[in-house]
């Protein structure tokens, strides 16, 4: 009964490659979120969708393309892989847009060698 | 640079103890959030304090917050080897559109 869930867990994948992580979220919440954490742990937004629609995008590069099909699911597909991109890629969601508690995703540990 | 700086960034202590950790922000904020996040693992929510709140409880967890100099500090009293997990505070900054915004987090070491 995970609240949010992820796949894969780990992705190694080689430079210059496409990939994507997928979402899900069985809460019934409005809204979700893609993190990323470096590895000094720092989390930086990077999407948020409320009800499938698009309401931030943090300077990301035009590589990674979030699509939800529905409130319940927040993918994210990566084009042309690049060595900076490895990290952790969190999923979340929260009730509300900037919810007081979000609920996170265990995590998706890209590897780009 | 980040909203939320969390100090100190490591913190080892023996079970029994209490461990302080703090938080400083830059801009005014609405609420601010600590979560907990053990190795390998999401985020897990664990106390929210408002702007206009100074401290908080929740069971071992106490929380407080003095937005005359931009701080809060997470208090966990009778630390437990399970504590050991990395502490990240969370701000909604006014400035951002409320969006959420973490500091780098202490990571706590509790020795059994």
């Known amino acids: 009964d995970t609240a949010v869930s992820q796949t894969p867990k780990y992705l190694v994948t080689q430079m210059g490659n496409d990939k994507s992580i997928k979402c899900e979220q069985n809460?019934?919440?409005?809204?979700m979120y893609w993190y990323k954490q470096d590895s000094k742990k720092f989390l930086k937004i990077m999407f948020s969708y409320n009800n499938k629609e698009l309401i931030i995008n943090e300077t990301v590069p035009n590589r990674f393309s979030p699509k939800s099909p529905d409130k319940a699911h927040l993918n994210l597909h990566i084009n042309s892989l690049e060595l900076g991109d490895s990290a952790v890629y969190f999923c979340a969601s929260s009730q509300e847009v900037w919810g007081l508690e979000q609920y996170f995703g265990p995590g998706t540990r890209l590897t780009v060698t | 640079s980040q909203q939320g700086e969390e100090d100190p960034q490591a913190l080892s202590i023996q079970e029994g103890e209490n461990a302080t950790m703090n938080c400083s922000y830059k801009?005014?904020?609405?609420?601010l959030q600590w979560y907990r996040q053990n190795s390998g693992r999401g985020l897990v929510h664990l106390i929210l304090i408002r702007s206009n709140e100074r401290e908080k409880h929740s069971g071992r967890l106490r929380v407080t917050l003095d937005t005359s100099k931009k701080s809060s500090s997470l208090l966990i009293t009778a630390s437990r080897a399970a504590d050991t997990a990395s502490y990240f505070c969370a701000t909604d900054a006014e400035n951002a559109g409320n969006m959420l915004t973490f500091g780098g987090g202490t990571r706590l070491m509790v020795k059994p």
């Open positions: 809460l019934g919440h409005d809204t």
């Open positions: 801009t005014s904020i609405n609420n």
